[in-house]
């Protein structure tokens, strides 16, 4: 079972500051590394039949099926009046709702519970929770896109974050893709998700602490630092698609801004084109080199309204984890990752991995 | 879909600082929750045949198909030479390896890589990683053995765990049990695992900054702290199973002990009983209220060494959390879980279970 090539070791990361431990014993060689569960599509590609998925609400003519409708690209004239190529609706299964009282921005909301143990914050249930429907049809991926059409779904991002940051309670919004069952997706047709909180969520919290101090030590951001050959994939002029030193998954890819830049929903029209032709091709080499693996895509931003002197070290990035294998009590009870794939050895496999 | 009766709310709770969104409009009503993952066993329960499996090297016969024997219980005089209960074995494909060379035990040996960004670590693959099997029978699960039987279970770890409290260069234990393919165990023989690890993983560190925090806060320990009646399940004269504040997982049970202690595997036999009692019958209602879902569980206890000033905010916990659903980009991205069901409704329906 084992790649004799390179000896276990544990790295933690300079972003999270999380241990990971690789085992390349714990697995076949990297480039054997496939998904059992491929979410392989019956009609892949834009060559395949056009007919909309029976029973799917985001399917185009199915407009009525879905909650309301937020924005659309190209926008239209009268709601639910045009053709359309992005939408960006409300969830009509909210995790946070919209219609709850908003706290007090002053205090976050949070309150300690009158009998609980100190420490202890409760806050009603306000947030937002919108769904991106990245094409009217059922049977493209978003990576079948062509990369103004991925440019696009960038640009509706942004422009749904830039809406939210309007609100006084809205502290952080987390930008994220379920593609495949194993990664969680409950919806087949292509989709992505953005929660818009009224709490700076814990990870967010660990990363900007984290960079910190690297920060302090350095007098330098910590992704503005990696120059690492091994574990670069591809760059285009304004970002770099890389392999993370302490990668907790197999074949985990970040796509970082190559300028140092705090907020994701500030790219303009060039930058989301680079970034949408980078983000298509990194998701083309994962459904090749791992057999159309189930994944899932996450967008690490600033919080609103950090202070001035944390900007130096707040540098948003996309991240992109493959779900290969499950998680098990090692990783939920030590929040230490084990994976078995080196990062320098999957930076090589995709970098060298034809995808034109 | 929605379960009218509370609303949707947000906690963040005093031991790990984690935010959960609680909100029953993403679920059915909490008592229909139940896994579409049973992990049946065919032969389920002492009644079953009691014929090994053919390929497993966990039955009884087959000792010599595995990693070298640490410990069995009863102790064999010769080793592998007598009939045994439970056998500590090596894992045949560690994610640590005992046969590296430990780092040097002062500075933790972690090195920042020369040519890395200040704040990457590495630290060479040292440590343990162990099996427990927890009974020579394929057809028997955990909560099949008699109080007793589960005791013996707690107490092999606890004994492996002071064994390796020996070795200078580990610095934490973890003990877990994966049950169930999507809880990601790989054997289906009942069995859990412990990883000694050269350093302290993230949610140790995480873990104890913030019951220091509240510590500092308040005079006294968050675990101490909990008396909530209403998210209770059972108790006994050494512990309480309780539905925490803010679970992260629908079901998630804390078992904890009543009085402050700060390390697992200092239990005693008769606590060690007590214990075993409680663990088998949650894992009981689980099953029976969950449709025998996959589970995790994680013994939760603190570093080796830890300075007596420490003490008095570390406080061991058994958590137990059943996989009813997949994790997706949110909580990945974010830290922060969505869970359908409150803690307070959790605990009454597991309070009101009868497994007797
Ligand atoms: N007609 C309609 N109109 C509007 N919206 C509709 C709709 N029909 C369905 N939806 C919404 O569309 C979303 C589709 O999302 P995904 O398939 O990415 O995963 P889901 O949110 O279900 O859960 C995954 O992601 C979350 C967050 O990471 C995890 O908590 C969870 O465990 C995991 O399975 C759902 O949230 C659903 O509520
Ligand atoms: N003959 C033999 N002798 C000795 N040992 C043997 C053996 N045959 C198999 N083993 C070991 O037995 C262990 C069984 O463990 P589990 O089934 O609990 O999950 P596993 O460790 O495979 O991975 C799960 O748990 C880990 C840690 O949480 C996650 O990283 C991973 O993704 C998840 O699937 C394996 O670690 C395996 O190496």
Redesign the pocket.
Same mark, same amino acid.
């Given at each position: 079972m084992a790649d004799g090539s390179r000896t276990t070791e544990a790295r933690r990361d300079a972003v999270f500051g999380r241990w990971v431990v690789f085992s390349p014993a714990?697995s076949r060689r990297p480039t054997d590394l496939k998904s059992h569960n491929p979410t392989t599509n019956p009609n892949p590609g834009l060559g395949g039949a056009d007919a909309p998925k029976p029973s799917c609400p985001f399917c185009a003519g199915r407009e009525s099926e879905c909650a309301p409708e937020i924005f659309r690209v190209p926008p239209a004239a009268a709601p639910e009046a045009s053709p359309w190529r992005i939408r960006v609706i409300e969830n009509l299964y909210p995790a946070l709702r919209r219609d709850m009282e908003p706290p007090a921005p002053q205090d976050g909301g949070a309150k300690e519970e009158e009998e609980s143990v100190p420490g202890e914050l409760v806050v009603r249930g306000f947030g937002f929770h919108d769904v991106v429907i990245e094409t009217p049809r059922h049977d493209v991926r978003l990576w079948d896109l062509d990369a103004e059409g991925v440019r696009d779904v960038l640009l509706a991002y942004a422009a749904r974050v830039r809406q939210l940051e309007e609100h006084p309670a809205v502290k952080y919004v987390q930008v994220f893709k379920n593609h495949g069952a194993s990664a969680g997706a409950s919806m087949a047709h292509s989709h992505s998700q953005m929660l818009g909180t009224p709490f700076v969520p814990p990870s967010i919290t660990t990363r900007l602490n984290c960079m910190k101090e690297v920060f302090e030590k350095l007098g330098n951001c910590s992704l503005c630092e990696i120059k690492s050959k091994e574990t670069l994939i591809s760059d285009t002029p304004n970002f770099s698609a890389i392999v993370p030193f302490a990668a907790s998954y197999p074949f985990e890819i970040w796509i970082i801004p190559r300028q140092h830049i705090s907020y994701f929903h500030e790219i303009d029209q060039d930058k989301a084109l680079d970034l949408g032709s980078l983000l298509k091709t990194m998701l083309q080499k994962l459904c090749k080199q791992l057999n159309d693996p189930p994944f899932n895509f996450m967008i690490h931003s600033a919080p609103f309204g950090l202070s001035s002197s944390c900007l130096p070290y707040a540098h948003w990035f996309l991240q992109i984890v493959p779900q290969l294998? +499950? +998680? *098990? *009590?090692?990783? /939920? *009870?030590s929040g230490c990752? /084990?994976n078995p794939v080196f990062p320098e050895d999957a930076a090589k496999i995709l970098r060298e991995l034809d995808c034109s």
């Open positions: 714990r294998s +499950v +998680v *098990g *009590g090692f990783e /939920i *009870g990752y /084990i």
